[in-house]
């Protein structure tokens, strides 16, 4: 019997929606839902893959996070959108918020939109990559529990604190980062724990603050910023921005919140919408092709752009029409709907 | 003799001014820039400190940058004040922007001012703070010359590109950060050269893309980011969003430009603010007051604060009322008078 399992795309997506809907999810947020943890699974990044519906699905049993609540949406200000998630996952809230947000930036510029009182547990670069499939360069973050200490510190205090970036390019992919400021996801270290791998060091301190590379020991104990004090000081920003900026819980609070349960954290997200074409102004065309310069001037010396990867993988998928996943994670999903339905 | 000489916190700011008059800068120019770096040398900050006016005045007499151009405004967007620096230093232009750009922010909520066609030497500390002290967040980023290797590459692309943020807390001084996106700031890589001592490893690459601790070879070699990929990343960021996002230079372009005068960068500069009021919502101060929550908890495990270091030693400076700088120092500064009164 083989480790792995290959699913077509259009199996990956039914079996999602289908899982998530079995499970309670209501249509409109299993789709919102499916289409992140899809375009995750087609991009190769497994941690936040079909195996995040493990994590959706015991959320939801938890009996926390709301399966159909409607995002409530309020134009706050000129530059600024807010959606209330009203307790249910991030993912609808984005999706009734960005056309607002992209029409605010058109018109002024620059623009935000606060999701607030979401179960947040996707990656962000879908959500700057859709805002710049659109033409606009955007930003986000968000808190999450307090797993991270912060530089000097031996107790979580920051989440992993997420940053994303995406740029539009003339031709091809945009250009998009998405990284965690501590020093590893912490579903890298999940991923580490269920394989019965040691992390590498400076991921994180046991209980006691000490280094450790038992993955086991870095759950309980408390994870590390990357970069040092300068991670520190940029986890610290997104805990404030998309935090009490934006009225919403720190990462402490999402973690007192949760008291115990081991849910995903509930907090807000903070994007950040810019129009190029307002920016640059009337030669907008001309400082577009100039960015491009920048990228030539990367791959041309054989260093690689950071979605170059994630890019590359998702070629792969929609060249061969699939995706893999380990036998066991199927073996699991599949159990999600059998439960259930 | 002494190594060092200790001036009073006012004679320090009439040397600077009188330094920069007599050297031909305008009047508003002088004071624009004498005030950056008077806070600089106030908090201790030596590397942008009365050392600056040594590289100022060293620019200006290459004949690129202009001593007396009057900043250019104009109102771009609802969410966007554009000031053209018109080739001066970026200080005059931020001065003239700054007004439009709170006021922005509070009508828009957020906004930002684009600075163009400045040459640029000076920390961002001081401008967040100014922004921080009308009661708003503010961001700000400048990419410089293009000194520093992407993340897997040899060669520079980058600045050192540096990301400022402040955040306005219910009393005493905000919380700010102002870190270079390069592993350690250019000045003090140049500041080790002066003092013959060897840089730390992971500072640099030589010309050949080896690993190197001599300052020397680090000057002429290419700088690192910090945090491997995903400082890369942020400085990537920073170079697209303070260059042709704004119509601006590139690091390389500002290389280019420079045509090995060894003048300080010519580019733009990006800054964001952000109105808590109008983000926070009806409940602004108790959101604020959350925030606080955030320092008691680094605090209280006895990390420290970004900005905390540069607090310290603005109070030692205010409660003496001189600063202190090598004799060595000094004398050059003196010599710049008597050169040309």
């Known amino acids: 019997m083989s480790d792995t399992h290959t699913l077509s795309l259009d199996d990956a997506w039914s079996l999602s929606v289908r899982i998530l809907e079995s499970n309670g999810f209501s249509p409109d947020h299993a789709r919102a839902i499916a289409r992140t943890i899809w375009q995750g699974q087609r ?6 893959g079909l195996y995040r519906l493990l ?17 409530e949406l309020t134009d706050a200000a000129p530059g600024l959108v807010r959606v209330d998630a009203r307790g249910a996952y991030s993912l609808l809230a984005y999706d009734t918020g960005r056309p607002v947000l992209i029409e605010k930036a058109r018109k002024q510029g ?23 499939a659109e033409g606009l360069v955007a930003l986000a973050m968000t808190p999450s529990h307090s797993w991270v200490a912060p530089h ?32 590893a996801a912490r579903g890298e270290i999940e991923l580490h724990r269920r394989a019965g791998k040691a992390i590498p060091e400076g991921w994180a ?13 870095a759950m309980k104990g408390a994870m590390l910023t990357f970069g040092g004090h300068k991670g520190s000081a940029l986890s610290a920003m997104i805990e404030l921005m998309a935090g009490p900026l934006i009225g919403d819980f720190l990462s402490l609070e999402s ?3 949760d008291a115990g349960a081991g849910a995903t954290p509930y907090h807000g997200e903070l ?44 070629a792969r998928s929609e060249a061969s029409g699939t995706v893999t996943i380990p036998q066991a994670l199927y073996d699991d999903l599949q159990a999600l709907i059998s439960e259930d339905e």
């Not at 991009?43 to 936040?48: A, G, K, L, M």
């Not at 935000?112 to 547990?121: E, G, R, S, V």
């Not at 065309?285 to 260093?303: C, K, M, T, Y």
């Open 43 to 48: 991009d190769e990044c497994h941690s936040h």
């Open 55 to 71: 994590v959706c699905t015991h959320t939801l049993k938890t009996g926390k996070v709301s399966a159909n609540a409607v995002p």
């Open 110 to 132: 620059i623009a935000a939109l606060a999701i607030n009182h979401c179960y947040h547990f996707s990656a962000l670069w879908p959500e700057v990559e859709a805002i710049a």
């Open 152 to 183: 000097g510190g031996t107790k979580g205090v920051f989440g992993t604190n997420p940053l994303a970036f995406a740029w539009p390019r003339p031709e091809g992919n945009p250009f998009v980062f998405d990284f965690a400021t501590s020093a």
């Open 205 to 217: 301190v046991d209980s006691d603050g000490q280094t450790t590379t038992d993955a086991e020991a």
């Open 255 to 257: 973690q007192a919140y």
């Open 271 to 314: 994007i950040l919408a810019i129009d190029p074409k307002i920016f640059m102004g009337a030669d907008h065309a001309v400082h577009s092709q100039r960015a491009e310069a920048l990228f030539d001037a990367v791959l041309g010396q054989g260093a690689r752009l950071p979605s170059q990867r994630r890019y590359e993988a998702r």
